[in-house]
């Protein structure tokens, strides 16, 4: 019966330490049921492209709307997005140098102001 305890026991823990390392803190991406994709980041905009800067873990994203959705709106805030990824078609040099060319592009379906100005980061 005592061993039965203990492995009950190792069992919670190994489980519970999972749950831990897959819930890294930081990671801001959440998929939802639906396939869509929720991330926090700044928008700015470079060569023409809007941009998505997430801070942690450092990564960027080429936005495109749909629907009303105007992104111009949300220039130089922090916001929550929610929408389908994709590979990016990004070509631009100058985007690539000054960014790391995203490689991912998000087509957003919603989009939330989290802070009215982005955080120095």
Excluded: W
């Excluded at 049921?33 to 990564?59: Q, R, Y």
């Amino acid at each position: 019966m005592i061993r039965l305890f203990f492995v009950f026991l190792l069992l919670i823990n190994f489980l519970v330490a999972q749950q831990t390392a897959t819930d890294t803190p930081g990671q801001q991406n959440s998929k939802s049921f639906n396939g869509e994709t929720k991330v926090e980041g700044c928008v700015s905009k470079s060569a023409g492209d809007f941009i998505l800067m997430k801070h942690d873990p450092g990564m960027s994203y080429q936005l495109h709307a749909t629907g009303k959705i105007h992104l111009s709106h949300y220039l130089g805030q922090q916001v929550e997005v929610i929408g389908k990824e994709s590979p990016s078609m990004s070509t631009s040099s100058s985007s690539s140098a000054r960014l790391g060319s995203p490689s991912v592009a998000l087509t957003i379906t919603s989009i939330k102001t989290i802070e009215k100005r982005c955080s120095a980061q």
